[in-house]
């Protein structure tokens, strides 16, 4: 079984599911800026990292947001 945590936008958030054993850390960037998550990333012993969009965002950003980050994976 995995643990996916879903819209973390701090690091308490983050820290505490990655203590509890998540697989992946989801982050928001609609609630965090790409600065901060990729701040927050070194922070973090978690398999991978995710970015996650709520609504509809244009392709452009959601591109430039991963390529920013560093992050691949989609939600």
């Not at 690091?11 to 928001?28: H, K, N, P, Q, V």
């Amino acid at each position: 079984m995995k643990l996916i945590a879903l819209d973390i936008a701090n690091l308490t958030d983050a820290r505490y599911f990655a203590a509890m054993g998540a697989s992946y850390i989801c982050f928001d960037p609609q609630n965090a800026s790409i600065e901060q998550i990729s701040a927050m990333m070194p922070w973090l012993d978690v398999k991978d990292f995710m970015l996650q969009y709520v609504e509809q965002v244009d392709l452009d950003l959601i591109w430039e947001q991963s390529e920013r980050s560093g992050i691949k994976n989609i939600v």
